[in-house]
């Protein structure tokens, strides 16, 4: 049986961790066979948050790509060198961050983005489309938001992305008591 650590704490108040949870029914005499995250979006959009492009130039040495600073609520804007065709400034984007691990759409391998020069410009992230981030198809050009969510908000929220936990038990049938997530209360 496998059970939702999400609608677990929507019925009981807990406040112990899934692998704590975990121990507890192991203790209980229940057999924990794993706990597997669950994301609505591979890898949960976790370092990818939302940006506002303060400058957009064309690359000196490049006829596609573009030089901006985007400002994602650090001390400093990044550099990011982009290849949109509809980046501009005053835009708010999605952007990863660099360290972010991305699983684009249609790809079996994950994009890792790392600090880089491209074609001698510094870039310190990348801004998204929607295919790069893994919630669609399109690869037209980036996502431009309309929100007034701060800079640095994480992209997550923006997009309603949620996790969950599973928790797999392996019941025994001397074990009927533990075949819900919400039992019989009868006294």
Known sequence: MKISYKWLKELIEITETPEEIGKLL???GLEVEGIEEVESIKGGLKGVVIGEVLTCEKHPEADRLKITTVDIGLEQPLNIVCGAPNVAAGQKVILATVGTTLYPTGSD??????????????????ICA???LGLGQSH??????DTDLPNGTPASEYFGISSDYLIEIGLTPNRADAASHYGDRKS
């Open 26 to 28: 192991t203790g209980t």
């Open 130 to 132: 929607e295919d790069e």
């Open 140 to 145: 037209d050009g980036i996502l431009v938001l």
């Open 109 to 126: 391998e994950p994009l890792v983005l790392k600090k880089s020069k491209i074609r001698g410009a510094l870039s310190e992230g990348m």
